[in-house]
């Protein structure tokens, strides 16, 4: 399987960083990131993304929002998402996966759950 | 009268002839029955000793079986023994990957959190990575970073997250000394609550855990942890880690910012000073 390209769309460097390292695991992969929904939107125009991880909560346009235009857009409604957020409350998973996430994780998070969920949504992915 | 004499001669010779010839008919018979019982009898005897070879050879063979079968019944306990170290081994070595697992993503929280700490001599932004932290990395919903005046020997707030959950928490102050804050700045030891509390047992003078800030036996400050996100119940043990770091290397990153920033001023001030001189001179 060809490298995959995650797309971290997250406000937090540290959170960015983080995730980042978790997905450097996965051999031959790209990341690429961006701080918040516009940014990630405008990385989603020139960018050929295999997944999309987003944090809820940041500036200028959440995750929630941007979870909803990428399931509209016809040419990017099939690319997995992850949401990774501190909200953990069951209502906001509902809400979450209802918009059109594939998964949903509540920080703080752990590296091995992370790298599971993402094998899990794109079997064959490998580490 | 010779020719009665000669038939009678003849018919003697022929009764002789046929006694000797039902002698030798008799004899015959007589070697021919104990040619017969001779061979029974033999018959007999080879058959006994065939029977006894067979029943022989037959016992050698279940006996070879039985030991066969004892070695082969030896064979699999020691496989049985062997499958079960190997998955006894298995298992260990799964509990060894779990935890090396974890230790890799401890260290990989630690690695981030020193590396962002060391980023930049911005104060605002080391309050705001010490704030990521807490939140992202200790999963923290509400807490306060408290840096000691130490004109006035007291701790206030300087960065904060959850007011809406701790009212107040964006305007704490206290004395050196002084309830579990103030004791844990005079002491320098951290400060944790080990067993999940009662809700309603922290409050802003009951904190969940406060987290010295310290370079080497000097005190700067302090975090104090009010409650933890609705998914988190307690502390987990690369907390403690992130803790001891926070407690070292956010002293160092908020104090090397706080006196980068005093000096860049003095620097402005003294630019500013050297221009005037230089123009009015």
Redesign the interface.
Known sequence: MEGLTFLVVED????R??IS??LKRFKGCRIVEAVDGVDALKKLSSEKVSMILTDINMPVMDGLKLVSLVRQNPDLKAIPIIIIT?E??DEDRQRGLALGANAYI???I???HLIKTINDLVPGAGQ | MPDKDDSSEQLLKKGEEFLKLYNMGRQFTEELLKENERLRFQLARMEGQGSTEHTGNLNKEIARLRERIQELEAETRQTMEKYQQVEAENKDFATRYVEV??Q??NL??L???S??LH?TLDFQEVLQ?VI??V?????S?AFAILLLDEKTNELKTLGHEGADVFPGIDALTAKVGEGIVGGVVKSGESYFVNQAPDEAQVDLQHPLAVVPLKIKEHCIGVIAIFSL????SSFSAVDYELFNLLAGQAATAIFASKLYSQSERKLSTIQSFLDLLTTSG
């Open positions: 937090s460097p540290t959170m960083q983080l390292f978790s501190t953990g409350a509540a920080k703080p752990q590296s091995s | 697992e974890e890799n993503n990989a929280n690695y981030v959190a590396y962002q980023s990575i990521e932290i939140i992202n990395l200790v999963g919903e996100l609705k998914q988190k």
